[in-house]
Nanobody
Framework: QVQLQESGPGLVKPSETLSLTCTVAGGSITTNHYAWSWIRQPPGKGLEWIGVIVYDGSTYYSPSLKSRTSISRDTSKNQISLQLSSVTPEDTAVYYC??????????WGQGTQVTVSS
């Protein structure tokens, strides 16, 4: 079972770009049928899916966040990255990296708190 660890700044100013990295251990991010999602949970709210990068590098985004979101990967470091631009306080949340094999949900990272505030 793979292990995931999110990292990045805990505080981002409004209008700036939020950048997070998910480091994967115990498996390659290019393994067939693996998919890597970013999911967030704002305070007091439910989980919100942000987007996914699939083993072949294809990406898919939530329609509501698509214009501000970019998910990429570094295969040499076995890392997945998230960039969310033009952030507002409504983007304050715990951000999770999550692994899926086909339709089967797998490991989650522990999550990282990101606060958007000046």
């Amino acid at each position: 079972q793979v292990q995931l660890q999110e990292s990045g700044p805990g505080l981002v100013k409004p209008s700036e770009t939020l950048s997070l990295t998910c480091t994967v251990a115990g498996g390659s991010i290019t393994t067939n049928h693996y998919a890597w999602s970013w999911i967030r949970q704002p305070p007091g709210k439910g989980l919100e899916w942000i987007g996914v990068i699939v083993y072949d590098g294809s990406t898919y985004y939530s329609p509501s966040l698509k214009s501000r979101t970019s998910i990429s990967r570094d295969t040499s470091k076995n890392q997945i990255s998230l960039q969310l631009s033009s952030v507002t306080p409504e983007d304050t949340a715990v951000y999770y990296c999550q692994q899926r094999t086909g339709a089967i949900w797998g490991s989650w990272g522990q999550g990282t708190q990101v606060t958007v505030s000046s």
